[in-house]
Nanobody, 123 residues
């Protein structure tokens, strides 16, 4: 059974930092490319960052570029999202997902999803 479990969300003041983790079980991340998406209330789910498991190439949305970094630990089958200089507009539920191929920024490309972790940034 494939399972993605996010952790690390919480309440933080603007300008603060958080590191989200996504632990995978039931599938080796080495065969899939993981990514992070977020969804704020009343808004569509949007791409945040993605990483290619082989080679380590990373992709970040323009809205978070320079503030957010995706990374992975193959040995732990875990992907991370380090977020710095957080803004109130970063408030959302953050989801970890995994894909086999397709467009890294398109949520339809992802076949496995975690349950999400809430990030709230206060002003």
């Amino acid at each position: 059974q494939v399972k993605l479990v996010e952790s690390g969300g919480g309440l933080v003041q603007a300008g603060g930092s958080l590191r989200l983790s996504c632990a995978a079980s039931g599938l080796p991340f080495s065969l899939y490319a993981p990514g992070w998406f977020r969804q704020a209330p009343g808004k569509e789910r949007e791409f945040v960052a993605a990483i290619r498991w082989s080679g380590g190439s990373t992709y970040h949305a323009d809205s978070v570029k320079g503030r957010v970094t995706i990374s992975r630990d193959n040995a732990k089958n875990t992907v991370y999202l380090k977020m710095n200089s957080l803004k109130p507009e970063d408030t959302a539920v953050y989801y970890c997902a995994a894909r086999e191929g397709g467009d890294y920024s398109d949520y339809a490309s992802y076949i496995y999803w975690g349950q999400g972790t809430q990030v709230t940034v206060s002003s």
